[in-house]
């Protein structure tokens, strides 16, 4: 299967405790998209890669949620000091990127992060 | 700034009837371009179909085709011969190509079919 792929697929943690998500892009895309999505809503934007530059964060990523893409590959998304607040459902995408709006984004299936 | 509305949260339709999911947008970019995933009670968001803001034409694919209005703002996703593995919850999304980078996307309709 060569599609976007993300680990864990779940993950239970305590609140304070620090959490790192994995995401796996398409081969040949040079972009790759951090969302999170809430209970009965769609995705919200989190940060992009084109390669390893991170282009874009949102005001969503706060102090506690840094993203790396080392060597324009995968990427990690790390949160530190969890709160029950950040229990979503944590999406990565990735696209061809070549900053067109056609540029079809690809999704993996996600992590989902419970906080206790 | 970009929205996506999405005035469904539910919608109800009989195996192998046609249905439509709304979905209006609002947007300052003069070109744009609008998409539709569906996301099944797994997780996965998996991407149906897209439409270019300049595209003439409607665009299909398979069981989906997309009513685009520009004029109105609109972009709803029409399925013909609704299957049972049609139930799931559907988002329209729409990207600018000034921000490139970020898709908007509306807070989703959950379609049930009815065997």
């Known amino acids: 299967d060569t599609g976007v792929s993300q680990n864990p697929r779940h993950k239970i943690t305590k609140r304070g405790q620090n959490v790192t998500f994995r995401c796996d892009p398409i081969?040949?895309?040079?972009?790759l998209y951090w969302y999170r999505q809430t209970l009965g809503q769609g995705p919200e934007f989190l940060t992009y890669?084109?390669?390893?530059?991170?282009?874009?964060k949102s005001r969503l990523l706060s102090d506690r949620f840094s993203a790396e893409r080392p060597k324009g590959s995968f990427s990690t998304l790390e949160i530190q000091r969890t709160e029950q607040g950040d229990s979503a459902m944590y999406l990565c995408?990735?696209?061809?990127?070549?900053?067109?709006?056609?540029?079809?984004?690809?999704f993996g299936p996600g992590t989902r992060l419970t906080v206790l | 700034a970009q929205k996506i509305t999405q005035t469904q949260p539910g919608m109800f339709v009989q195996e192998k009837e046609a249905v439509t999911l709304d979905c209006t947008y609002d947007?300052?970019?003069?070109?744009?371009?609008l998409f539709w995933y569906k996301q099944p009670s797994s997780g996965e968001m998996i991407f149906l179909i897209y439409?270019?803001?300049?595209?003439?034409q409607n665009a299909t694919e398979g069981r989906y085709s997309l009513n685009f209005q520009k004029a109105r703002k609109s972009a709803n996703l029409v399925i013909s011969a609704s299957q049972l593995g049609d139930s799931a919850m559907y988002f329209c999304?729409?990207?600018?190509?000034?921000?490139?980078?970020?898709?908007?996307f509306g807070d989703g309709t959950t379609l049930t079919v009815k065997p």
């Open positions: 995408a990735s696209s061809l990127g070549d900053g067109k709006s056609t540029d079809t984004q690809y």
């Open positions: 081969s040949e895309h040079n972009r």
């Open positions: 890669f084109q390669n390893e530059a991170q282009l874009e």
């Open positions: 947007t300052s970019d003069p070109s744009y371009g």
């Open positions: 439409q270019g803001s300049y595209d003439q």
């Open positions: 999304a729409m990207r600018g190509n000034t921000n490139a980078g970020k898709s908007t």
